[in-house]
């Protein structure tokens, strides 16, 4: 590797841990290798950084803000690396209705889908998007499952999950694929994947095709893996803390 850059390097080795984090939680929790996406979380650095880890080998990026994420994939899609490697990108932060439209131009799925206005403005977005030759897929979406209820951090109740579902469901460029959650900071990261399992199973028996489950993040994502997680969403560990500008 001595002809990588410094970046480079230090990108590949924290990848190779993380990889090797995620191998040894899919081999403890006794699942099939490949079962579990590493979604990098490139929110904050730039699209140099996203080339470095195409380049390592990585196709699955996380974003949550927009415009900075149209930007990147812009940039990255204007030398030829999107098409070239087949890297495609998750919207994982919280959409504001007003971009919807365009986070439904280059998003594979959407994690972070909690309430009827979201769904409406992507599902447009969507149908636009298809129209405009953007794109052929349905716009994916994950549901996002608020464990404590905690209204400032976003995301569903469970006894509004169903309805929420069934919206999706019926509107036309979109493709419900499962369920998100971020473990609350309190309590213990592995009762909240437990919770989250529970919640899952339950939902399964009405919607047994939505199968995703986006959990886990830097500091947990053994406790993901090994209740059923089906993508990590990895950040810091990878990239290092995030730099402090704000857009
Ligand atoms: C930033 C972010 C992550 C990555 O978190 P790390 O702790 O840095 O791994 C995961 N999920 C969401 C929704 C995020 O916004």
């Not at 028996?205 to 990895?234: I, K, N, Y």
């Amino acid at each position: 590797m001595a002809d990588l850059d410094a970046r480079t390097r230090e990108l590949a080795q924290a990848l190779s841990a993380v990889r090797h984090r995620l191998d040894d939680a899919v081999a403890a929790a006794g699942r099939t290798p490949g079962e579990v996406e590493l979604l990098v979380v490139t929110k904050f650095f730039p699209a140099a950084d996203v080339a470095r880890l195409i380049g390592l080998g990585e196709r699955a990026f996380g974003e949550s803000r927009e415009p900075e994420a149209s930007r990147k994939i812009a940039e990255l899609a204007a030398d030829g690396i999107v098409a070239e490697s087949g890297a495609v990108f998750d919207m994982i932060g919280s959409v504001q209705s007003k971009k919807a439209k365009t986070v439904a131009t280059w998003a594979r799925t959407v994690h972070s889908v909690d309430r009827d206005k979201v769904v409406d403005a992507l599902s447009r977005g969507a149908v636009a998007a298809r129209d405009d030759g953007a794109r052929t897929d349905d716009v994916g979406v994950l549901l996002q499952v608020s464990l404590d209820g905690d209204p400032t951090r976003g995301g569903v109740e469970e006894t509004d999950l169903g309805a929420l579902a069934e919206h999706v469901a019926q509107s036309p460029g979109l493709h419900l694929r499962g369920l998100m959650v971020i473990a609350p900071l309190d309590g213990s990261a592995e009762r909240w994947m437990v919770r989250t399992a529970q919640v899952r199973e339950r939902f399964l028996t009405d919607h047994p095709g939505a199968r995703e489950l986006s959990a886990g993040m830097s500091d947990d994502l053994e406790f993901a893996v090994a209740h059923g997680s089906t993508c990590v969403r990895v950040g810091t560990a990878i990239m290092g803390p995030r730099p402090l500008i704000s857009q």
